[in-house]
Every structure is written in C-alpha cells, then in structure tokens.
C-alpha cells in the first residue's frame, strides 16, 4: 500500500498495516510452553533425519583422525606392532618362495596316512 505523503504518515501505514495483518498473540502463562508445541510440531523428520546425518559424519570424521594418527605412529616399534608387518609388500613376497612353473603350482598334494 503506497500513499503519497511524508515520510511519517507512510511508516504509519505501514505500522497499521501490519498491526491488522499480524495481531499481538495474547500473553498468558502457557506462552511459551504452547509455542515450543507448535514449533516442534512444524519439524519434520528429515530435520532429525539431518542432525543424525551430522552425528554420523562427525563420528566418521573422528574415526578416520583416529585411524589417521595410528597408522603415523612408528611401524618399526614392537610395542605398536610385531616386526613381520615391518617389512614391505615385495619383502614379503620375496621371502615366501613361491613356484614360478606351472607343473609345480598345479602339482597333486601328497598325503601320507600313518
């Protein structure tokens, strides 16, 4: 609503105007209490769908620095972890002699019965 006028006499209008769109609530003693009702009523489940979402991705967070921060730890230390997983991938594999020709890979096993 737009009147021609002074400055005052529009923010007036514009006072009343939104006196009769939104009434004053009435104050009693169950106020607040009635307007936590209607405010945790109007939330929806994906707003709690949200804060577990949040609770997760923080606990990830917190797992992953943790998993972070062990795995920076000295490796060559027995008292984080025993000394066969001190050695590299192809150190292992060159410690466990395996058969490179075919006839041995496929090889019967021989089981003696006693």
């Not at 009693?28 to 009635?34: A, E, K, L, R, V």
């Not at 890979?105 to 021989?110: K, L």
């Amino acid at each position: 609503m737009y009147t021609r006028g002074s400055d005052d006499e529009r923010l007036d209008a514009l006072f009343h105007a939104f006196r009769e769109a939104c009434p004053a609530p009435e104050a009693s003693p169950n106020f607040m209490p009635d307007l936590w009702q209607k405010i945790e009523a109007r939330q929806s489940p994906s707003f709690w769908f949200g804060r577990m979402a949040s609770a997760f991705v923080t606990a990830a967070l917190a797992a992953s620095l943790a998993l972070g921060i062990y795995l920076a730890l000295p490796a060559n230390s027995s008292y984080y972890a025993p000394s066969y997983y001190a050695q590299s991938y192809v150190e292992a594999l060159a410690a466990n002699s395996s058969p490179d020709t075919p006839e041995a890979i496929y090889e019967p096993i021989r089981y003696e019965f006693r």
